[in-house]
């Protein structure tokens, strides 16, 4: 008698997805779907997906989804949780949407705490649109927007959100994975179900950033794609926790945040007086 040891998550569609091939969106997809399955809230769960090659998202997940404009995602989950506070609320964005465009809500999102997750996909790159310059993308980067590199005197340096994020009071769980080895990919999908964990425990905001390819845009090969990986951008965004407030010792972001800010006069002084 056959055994099934290795099957297609309950919560990820049985349709072909867009992902060019050797794309790491379709294994950041699954993870996703396994930790919905995993921890049982795929019928109480509401996705975001925003512009990028993220943007038909809602074909892939068995779950409710909401399309965003460019952007937008943290600001349109936001909403969502607020209205419907016992689902279990993701964004799921690339850089250039989550980085550029929606810096504003992604930084405002995070230090109101909200009670949501985020999946962050870094490529260094556009990539749904050809291939532009990212704010991700690192120093002397070839792009269809920087041909001769990235040049860091007149575009700066790239923008390395995780510990952009963590100088915030209001998040709960950042970390930054991987998926380029399959003791990457276990650790990926162990940091996207604690980020899960704590909005379901009401912890607060979690963010997970998974430093990713393109090799379309790129012009790799997949295998050359992730050795660039491996050999340039682990070096600029290196892999690691960089907030956690229950391994601090702390009940919730909340708690953390007021420990912080103890020794602001005006923050422990009551009402408005």
């Known amino acids: 008698m056959s055994k099934i040891v290795f099957e297609r998550p309950k919560s990820l569609l049985p349709v072909v997805t867009n992902y060019c091939p ?12 396994e930790v919905m399955d995993e921890l049982g809230f795929e019928d109480h769960a509401v996705g975001v997906a925003p512009v990028g090659c993220s943007v038909m998202a809602y074909n892939f997940f068995g779950c409710d989804m909401i399309e965003a404009a460019h952007g937008r ?10 209205v419907h506070p016992d689902n ?35 490529n260094a790159i556009y990539g749904m649109t050809g291939g532009q310059m990212a ?11 920087s041909p001769y590199g990235r040049d860091v005197s007149t ?5 390395r959100v995780c510990e952009l994020l963590s100088t915030l009071d209001g998040p709960a769980y950042i970390e930054r994975v991987t998926c380029d080895t399959p003791a990457h990919v276990r650790k990926a999908k162990k940091a996207i179900k604690k980020a899960f964990q704590y909005q379901i425990d009401g912890i607060g905001y979690s963010f997970v950033e998974i430093v990713s390819t ?25 892999l690691g926790v960089y907030r956690d407030v229950v391994a601090d010792g702390f009940a919730n972001a909340a708690e953390a945040a007021a420990a912080r800010a ?7 002084k009551g009402g408005n007086d």
């Open 155 to 159: 575009a700066g340096y790239p923008v």
């Open 214 to 238: 393109c090799p379309t845009n790129w012009g790799m090969t997949p295998q050359k794609a992730f050795e660039w990986m491996r050999e340039n951008m682990l070096e600029y965004y290196p």
């Open 73 to 82: 995602a943290p600001a349109v989950a936001t909403a969502a949780k607020r």
């Open 262 to 268: 103890a020794s602001c006069p005006i923050a422990n």
């Open 22 to 33: 050797g794309c790491v969106h379709g294994i950041a997809n699954r993870l996703v779907a």
């Open 135 to 145: 704010p991700t993308s690192l120093p002397n980067q070839v792009t269809q927007t």
């Open 88 to 122: 279990v609320v993701f964004a799921y964005q690339g850089d250039g949407d989550l980085a550029s465009i929606g810096m504003a809500e992604t930084v405002h999102a995070a230090t109101r705490g909200e009670h949501i997750t985020i999946i962050f996909i870094n």
